[in-house]
């Protein structure tokens, strides 16, 4: 998609703490990162997950979705596929509560 | 005293010029308006010799037009929308050293590095505010930081906030890396402080979150 202003394979790692759930289109701003990253860079993520916990659920559902703290709301497997999509292997994946922690890699050649 | 503004190659402008696309509303009207005949008729305003350089007035007049451009229903400005796009970007910045510093000419350079020219630069806009009003960053930062509220909303315990920084802060590479979304940089800042030699490029939607991820007092009250 081209929106990040940086060139290919051009940066070390990518943080994403609490954040990814905000995103319009997280499944273009995963390859997004993904491009910008160097071949096997770490990709650290936590997210909150859907599914998980009811009244975790309610509150994404009620209010965090509502009043734009949240645009979407996916589950583990969703956002391990979305991952997968984008280019990225090497998961380990932890769950706390609600919230995942991801750690993969950037596999730095094309997903079929 | 009326000074000549010339744009010398390579400057910080000139590259900020070269990231406008070429059919730009603002680019075209460049092109295609000689604005110059202003400084000629107001060239006697100002004093020869003495004083300091002032903004050419065609300049001033350039910078009245683009106002009236700048208006919500211009559909030039569409295309700079944050909602509409993909990925939340505001302004760009650069943190080390557990500070974090707005791009600026003095560090631009050591940001081009690893610019792609190619990309749109997105310029923050007043427009943008619609997102900081749906993320206010002080009542984010009040409940996010809120141990109660971890446990009640995402059942993360108090535990495992600790291991959650540790198992983050081992695994940080070194070099630059990216923080996207960063928000106020709660999370964040302990990965900033942990590898103060690294530079860590950060985005978020909101304005706000951002100022506040600037202000280094915030995390250290």
Known sequence: MGNLPFKDNSLNGCLSLNGFHAFLKPEEGAREISRTLMKDAPMLMTVACSGERKFSDFIIDKIMIPRGFFTSSLGINAYKQMLINADFQGFNIQMLGALMFVNCRVSGEPSP | MLVETTVKQGSFYNALYQMIPDNHILKQINSAIDLSFVNELLADRYCK??????????????????????????????????????????????????????????????????????????????????????????????????RLFLKLVWGVGQKQIPYLSESIKSRLPDGTVLDIPCGTALFGIQAYTEKPNNIFIAFDYSIGMLRMAKNPKRHFR
Request: with cysteine.
């Open chain 2, 49 to 146: 010799n003495f004083g300091r350089p002032a903004k050419e007035p065609e300049m001033m007049l350039r910078c009245q037009g683009d106002g009236s451009l700048d208006t919500p229903n211009s559909p030039d400005l569409a295309p700079i929308n944050p909602l509409s796009d993909n990925v939340p970007l505001h302004l760009p910045i650069i943190i080390s050293s557990a500070m974090p510093v707005l791009i600026t000419p003095a560090n631009f350079n050591q940001a081009r590095q690893i610019w792609n020219p190619e990309s749109r630069w997105r310029v923050f806009r007043r427009s943008n505010t619609a997102r900081c009003n749906l993320r206010p960053s002080a009542v984010t930062d009040a409940f996010v930081n809120n």
